[in-house]
């Protein structure tokens, strides 16, 4: 649960619900995975696809989480779809970061993650293994027009709605002048 919940919080959980309604939009159904066909797919993913494994590391026995290849946001526009998904680490869904204090890649990610493991020899099977699935699980290959489409929609909802939030506060600051302070 946050701590603080700011404008930019809701605006990104707008674009989140966006980039869901999208894959689901490519995908033909709800992907869900709490319930249902989406849950199943997650699971099938997890568990018969990575082996009950982290996609990254390839570690076994631990809580594994749901890692969107194509980060789940504003900055990559990932949709939620079961080729953009799989099962992570917790200590391997953080994101490396590079020099510009942009994310890393999923790529450049699992070569960080091969390299402090000492595991440089398992980074090409592990890419393929996460390549293959991303096409067996059918992840749009969207071309430039369509990617920006996406960029141009998911950027005017988070200006949109945390626009709306700023100005619910100025009409809450005039409605409270006008009423409120007046009856005391």
Not at 15 to 31: I, M
Not at 109 to 126: I, K, S, T, W, Y
Request: hydrophobic share 30%.
């Amino acid at each position: 649960m946050a701590i603080y919940n700011t404008a930019s919080d809701a605006s990104n959980t707008a674009v989140r619900a966006f980039l869901t309604k999208v894959g689901e939009f490519y995908l033909g159904r709800s992907f869900n995975t709490g319930s249902g066909k989406g849950k199943a797919d997650w699971e099938r993913i997890r568990d018969n696809v990575f082996n009950g494994e982290c996609a990254y590391c390839g570690v076994s026995g631990q809580p594994l989480q749901i890692e969107h290849l194509l980060m789940f946001n504003r900055t990559e526009y990932g949709l939620h779809h079961p080729g953009n998904t799989v099962p992570c680490c917790k200590a391997c869904n953080k994101r490396e970061r590079k020099e510009d204090k942009t994310y890393a890649n999923w790529i450049e990610h699992l070569q960080v993650v091969c390299n402090n493991r000492n595991e440089d020899h398992l980074f090409g099977a592990r890419k393929e293994k996460i390549e293959t699935s991303i096409n067996n699980e059918g992840y749009p290959n969207l071309d430039d027009k369509e990617k920006h489409a996406i960029r141009v929609i998911a950027n005017s909802l988070y200006e949109n709605i945390k626009s709306e939030s700023n100005k619910s506060l100025e009409l809450y600051k005039q409605l409270d002048e006008a009423f409120i302070q007046h009856e005391e």
